[in-house]
Protein backbone atom coordinates (compact mmCIF):
# COMPACT_ATOMS: atom_id res chain seq x y z
CA UNK A 1 0.00 0.00 0.00
CA UNK A 2 1.09 3.49 -0.95
CA UNK A 3 2.76 5.79 1.98
CA UNK A 4 2.52 9.07 3.15
CA UNK A 5 4.13 10.89 5.42
CA UNK A 6 3.00 14.07 7.14
CA UNK A 7 5.97 15.44 8.76
CA UNK A 8 6.05 18.49 11.53
CA UNK A 9 8.68 20.75 10.59
CA UNK A 10 9.27 22.80 13.60
CA UNK A 11 8.03 26.66 13.72
CA UNK A 12 11.04 28.86 11.55
CA UNK A 13 14.28 27.37 13.02
CA UNK A 14 15.55 25.00 10.62
CA UNK A 15 17.55 22.94 13.93
CA UNK A 16 14.28 22.17 15.37
CA UNK A 17 13.47 19.46 12.95
CA UNK A 18 13.57 16.45 14.56
CA UNK A 19 15.94 12.87 13.95
CA UNK A 20 12.47 11.33 13.30
CA UNK A 21 11.42 13.69 10.78
CA UNK A 22 14.69 13.33 8.63
CA UNK A 23 14.09 9.88 8.50
CA UNK A 24 10.98 9.92 7.62
CA UNK A 25 11.99 12.74 4.66
CA UNK A 26 14.04 10.53 3.58
CA UNK A 27 11.93 7.74 2.62
CA UNK A 28 9.74 10.36 0.66
CA UNK A 29 9.55 10.31 -3.35
CA UNK A 30 7.78 13.28 -3.66
CA UNK A 31 6.41 16.47 -1.72
CA UNK A 32 3.07 17.74 -1.58
CA UNK A 33 3.33 21.96 -1.04
CA UNK A 34 -0.12 22.11 -0.22
CA UNK A 35 -1.80 26.09 -0.24
CA UNK A 36 1.06 27.94 -0.31
CA UNK A 37 0.50 30.16 -3.64
CA UNK A 38 0.62 33.05 -1.21
CA UNK A 39 3.12 32.24 1.31
CA UNK A 40 5.53 34.02 2.54
CA UNK A 41 8.88 33.89 0.98
CA UNK A 42 10.83 33.67 4.31
CA UNK A 43 8.47 30.66 4.97
CA UNK A 44 8.77 28.90 1.23
CA UNK A 45 12.90 29.42 2.42
CA UNK A 46 12.90 27.35 5.72
CA UNK A 47 11.19 24.53 4.32
CA UNK A 48 13.38 24.58 0.84
CA UNK A 49 16.45 25.08 2.95
CA UNK A 50 15.25 21.85 5.22
CA UNK A 51 14.98 20.08 2.10
CA UNK A 52 18.34 20.66 0.77
CA UNK A 53 20.11 20.14 4.11
CA UNK A 54 18.16 16.43 4.69
CA UNK A 55 16.88 15.17 1.64
CA UNK A 56 19.81 13.87 -0.54
CA UNK A 57 17.89 11.25 -2.42
CA UNK A 58 16.18 12.55 -6.08
CA UNK A 59 12.26 13.85 -5.09
CA UNK A 60 10.08 15.64 -6.54
CA UNK A 61 7.65 19.12 -5.08
CA UNK A 62 4.28 19.03 -6.33
CA UNK A 63 2.74 22.63 -5.28
CA UNK A 64 -1.12 21.90 -4.55
CA UNK A 65 -2.59 25.27 -5.80
CA UNK A 66 -4.95 26.77 -2.57
CA UNK A 67 -8.92 26.94 -3.75
CA UNK A 68 -10.46 29.93 -3.10
CA UNK A 69 -11.54 30.28 0.19
CA UNK A 70 -15.29 32.04 0.78
CA UNK A 71 -14.13 35.18 3.31
CA UNK A 72 -17.50 36.54 3.52
CA UNK A 73 -18.68 34.80 6.01
CA UNK A 74 -17.78 36.02 9.38
CA UNK A 75 -18.04 34.06 12.87
CA UNK A 76 -15.62 31.29 14.57
CA UNK A 77 -15.49 27.73 14.70
CA UNK A 78 -18.55 27.99 16.87
CA UNK A 79 -20.52 29.22 14.34
CA UNK A 80 -22.13 26.91 11.74
CA UNK A 81 -22.17 28.98 8.79
CA UNK A 82 -18.49 29.42 9.14
CA UNK A 83 -17.94 25.89 9.61
CA UNK A 84 -19.56 25.28 6.57
CA UNK A 85 -17.50 27.35 4.17
CA UNK A 86 -14.28 25.90 5.92
CA UNK A 87 -15.96 22.50 5.77
CA UNK A 88 -16.61 22.86 2.01
CA UNK A 89 -13.02 24.32 1.51
CA UNK A 90 -11.73 21.05 3.12
CA UNK A 91 -13.34 18.89 0.33
CA UNK A 92 -12.13 21.03 -2.00
CA UNK A 93 -8.59 20.86 -0.86
CA UNK A 94 -9.23 17.19 -0.19
CA UNK A 95 -10.49 16.51 -3.83
CA UNK A 96 -6.89 18.48 -5.10
CA UNK A 97 -4.60 16.07 -3.08
CA UNK A 98 -6.35 13.11 -4.06
CA UNK A 99 -6.01 14.49 -7.56
CA UNK A 100 -2.28 15.07 -7.05
CA UNK A 101 -1.16 12.12 -4.77
CA UNK A 102 -3.01 9.54 -7.76
CA UNK A 103 -1.15 10.93 -10.82
CA UNK A 104 2.36 10.14 -8.96
CA UNK A 105 4.32 7.44 -7.67
CA UNK A 106 5.95 6.28 -4.15
CA UNK A 107 6.06 7.70 -0.85
CA UNK A 108 4.37 10.86 -0.53
CA UNK A 109 5.71 13.40 2.34
CA UNK A 110 3.46 17.21 3.65
CA UNK A 111 5.61 18.89 5.44
CA UNK A 112 3.84 20.69 8.13
CA UNK A 113 4.64 24.55 9.77
CA UNK A 114 5.02 23.36 13.67
CA UNK A 115 3.32 20.50 14.29
CA UNK A 116 -0.03 19.20 12.50
CA UNK A 117 -1.87 18.81 15.66
CA UNK A 118 -2.70 22.64 16.01
CA UNK A 119 -4.58 25.17 14.08
CA UNK A 120 -3.34 23.38 10.74
CA UNK A 121 -6.08 21.62 8.06
CA UNK A 122 -3.38 19.23 6.91
CA UNK A 123 -5.21 15.80 8.86
CA UNK A 124 -8.62 17.09 8.15
CA UNK A 125 -8.05 17.07 4.65
CA UNK A 126 -5.75 13.49 4.68
CA UNK A 127 -8.89 11.96 6.42
CA UNK A 128 -11.12 13.80 3.40
CA UNK A 129 -9.03 11.90 1.10
CA UNK A 130 -8.89 8.43 2.83
CA UNK A 131 -13.35 8.97 3.45
CA UNK A 132 -13.64 9.51 -0.39
CA UNK A 133 -11.72 5.74 -1.14
CA UNK A 134 -10.65 6.87 -4.15
CA UNK A 135 -7.48 6.21 -3.58
CA UNK A 136 -5.94 4.16 -0.63
CA UNK A 137 -2.88 4.75 1.35
CA UNK A 138 -1.09 4.57 4.32
CA UNK A 139 -0.11 7.64 6.29
CA UNK A 140 2.05 8.54 9.92
CA UNK A 141 1.93 11.50 11.29
CA UNK A 142 5.94 13.02 12.30
CA UNK A 143 5.38 15.50 15.49
CA UNK A 144 6.94 18.60 15.34
CA UNK A 145 7.77 21.41 17.40
CA UNK A 146 5.57 23.70 17.82
CA UNK A 147 5.06 27.61 18.06
CA UNK A 148 3.45 27.15 21.05
CA UNK A 149 7.04 24.96 22.91
CA UNK A 150 9.13 27.73 20.85
CA UNK A 151 7.18 30.09 22.85
CA UNK A 152 7.76 28.63 26.45
CA UNK A 153 11.42 27.70 25.21
CA UNK A 154 12.05 31.26 24.37
CA UNK A 155 10.47 33.08 27.37
CA UNK A 156 11.99 29.77 29.29
CA UNK A 157 8.89 29.33 31.11
CA UNK A 158 6.23 26.89 32.19
CA UNK A 159 2.70 27.47 30.15
CA UNK A 160 0.61 27.01 33.44
CA UNK A 161 0.49 27.46 37.22
CA UNK A 162 1.44 24.59 39.15
CA UNK A 163 -0.90 21.54 38.50
CA UNK A 164 -3.19 23.73 36.35
CA UNK A 165 -4.28 23.42 33.26
CA UNK A 166 -3.39 25.91 29.79
CA UNK A 167 -5.83 26.66 27.17
CA UNK A 168 -4.79 27.14 23.39
CA UNK A 169 -6.92 29.54 21.25
CA UNK A 170 -7.38 32.11 19.00
CA UNK A 171 -7.52 35.97 18.37
CA UNK A 172 -10.70 35.72 17.80
CA UNK A 173 -11.74 33.24 20.67
CA UNK A 174 -10.39 35.62 22.96
CA UNK A 175 -12.01 38.81 22.23
CA UNK A 176 -15.51 36.90 22.37
CA UNK A 177 -14.99 34.94 25.25
CA UNK A 178 -12.23 36.73 27.00
CA UNK A 179 -10.17 35.49 29.86
CA UNK A 180 -11.16 33.59 33.34
CA UNK A 181 -9.90 34.21 36.69
CA UNK A 182 -6.56 31.91 37.25
CA UNK A 183 -6.47 30.57 33.43
CA UNK A 184 -3.80 30.73 31.11
CA UNK A 185 -4.45 31.31 27.41
CA UNK A 186 -2.18 31.00 24.56
CA UNK A 187 -3.27 32.80 21.76
CA UNK A 188 -2.22 31.86 18.09
CA UNK A 189 -3.69 33.51 14.95
CA UNK A 190 -4.44 36.57 16.18
CA UNK A 191 -4.17 39.77 13.73
CA UNK A 192 -5.70 41.73 15.44
CA UNK A 193 -4.12 42.08 19.25
CA UNK A 194 -6.61 41.11 20.92
CA UNK A 195 -5.04 41.22 24.16
CA UNK A 196 -5.90 45.07 23.73
CA UNK A 197 -9.02 43.94 23.89
CA UNK A 198 -9.39 41.95 27.77
CA UNK A 199 -10.27 44.30 30.72
CA UNK A 200 -8.26 43.72 33.58
CA UNK A 201 -5.18 45.38 35.52
CA UNK A 202 -4.00 41.94 36.57
CA UNK A 203 -2.91 40.36 33.70
CA UNK A 204 0.49 39.37 32.46
CA UNK A 205 1.79 39.16 29.03
CA UNK A 206 4.59 36.68 27.37
CA UNK A 207 4.59 37.69 23.48
CA UNK A 208 7.10 36.37 20.43
CA UNK A 209 7.12 37.01 17.05
CA UNK A 210 9.20 35.40 14.39
CA UNK A 211 10.39 32.64 16.94
CA UNK A 212 13.08 30.58 16.04
CA UNK A 213 13.71 32.75 13.16
CA UNK A 214 16.27 35.62 12.68
CA UNK A 215 14.26 38.71 13.54
CA UNK A 216 12.63 36.52 16.94
CA UNK A 217 11.14 39.41 19.22
CA UNK A 218 10.04 38.30 22.54
CA UNK A 219 8.53 41.04 25.14
CA UNK A 220 6.52 40.14 28.50
CA UNK A 221 5.04 41.92 31.56
CA UNK A 222 2.21 43.17 32.83
CA UNK A 223 -0.04 43.52 30.39
CA UNK A 224 -1.32 46.90 31.06
CA UNK A 225 1.92 48.21 31.18
CA UNK A 226 3.61 46.65 27.82
CA UNK A 227 0.83 46.47 25.72
CA UNK A 228 1.50 49.69 23.43
CA UNK A 229 4.61 48.68 23.58
CA UNK A 230 3.82 45.50 21.39
CA UNK A 231 1.42 46.76 19.55
CA UNK A 232 3.56 49.13 18.51
CA UNK A 233 6.90 46.61 17.82
CA UNK A 234 4.30 44.29 15.96
CA UNK A 235 3.31 47.25 13.86
CA UNK A 236 6.59 48.36 12.93
CA UNK A 237 8.06 44.86 12.44
CA UNK A 238 5.14 44.05 9.76
CA UNK A 239 5.51 47.09 7.97
CA UNK A 240 8.97 46.33 7.41
CA UNK A 241 8.85 42.52 6.65
CA UNK A 242 5.55 43.08 5.10
CA UNK A 243 4.28 39.77 7.13
CA UNK A 244 4.50 38.78 10.96
CA UNK A 245 3.42 35.66 12.86
CA UNK A 246 2.85 36.01 16.60
CA UNK A 247 2.09 33.87 19.34
CA UNK A 248 1.21 34.91 23.48
CA UNK A 249 0.14 33.58 26.52
CA UNK A 250 -2.07 35.42 28.81
CA UNK A 251 -2.44 34.85 32.62
CA UNK A 252 -4.54 36.49 34.89
CA UNK A 253 -3.25 36.21 38.38
CA UNK A 254 -5.56 33.95 40.82
C1 LIG B 1 -1.80 28.29 10.95
S1 LIG B 1 -1.16 28.35 12.59
C2 LIG B 1 -0.05 26.99 12.50
C3 LIG B 1 0.51 26.58 13.82
C4 LIG B 1 1.54 25.46 13.70
N1 LIG B 1 0.93 24.22 13.27
C5 LIG B 1 2.29 25.25 15.02
O1 LIG B 1 2.35 24.10 15.47
O2 LIG B 1 2.85 26.20 15.54
C6 LIG B 1 -0.15 29.78 12.50
C7 LIG B 1 -0.01 30.47 13.83
O3 LIG B 1 0.97 29.80 14.58
C8 LIG B 1 1.74 30.74 15.31
N2 LIG B 1 3.14 30.65 14.85
C9 LIG B 1 3.63 29.71 14.02
N3 LIG B 1 4.95 29.84 13.87
C10 LIG B 1 5.32 30.90 14.63
C11 LIG B 1 6.56 31.52 14.91
N4 LIG B 1 7.71 31.08 14.37
N5 LIG B 1 6.57 32.58 15.75
C12 LIG B 1 5.42 33.03 16.32
N6 LIG B 1 4.22 32.48 16.10
C13 LIG B 1 4.16 31.41 15.27
C14 LIG B 1 1.13 32.11 15.08
O4 LIG B 1 0.16 32.35 16.09
C15 LIG B 1 0.46 31.90 13.74
O5 LIG B 1 -0.61 32.81 13.58
Known amino acids: M ?29 FFVIGKGAEKQELVDV ?7 HVPQPHRLVEIADPPRDRTVPGSGADAAYRGV ?41 ERVLERE ?13 SVQALAA ?23 EGLAAGQSSLVMLDGDTSFTEVP ?16 EVIVEGPLRVVEQRIVRRRAALRERKGWIMDIYLLRRAK
Open 2 to 30: RKLFVIGIGAGDPDQVTVQAIKAMRQVDV
Open 47 to 53: RTAILAE
Open 86 to 126: VEDWHERRAEILEQAFAETDGVGGILVWGDPSLYDSTLRIV
Open 134 to 146: RIHFDYQVIPGIT
Open 154 to 176: AHRMVLHEIGEPVHITTGRRLRE
Open 200 to 215: GDDLYIWWGAYLGMPD
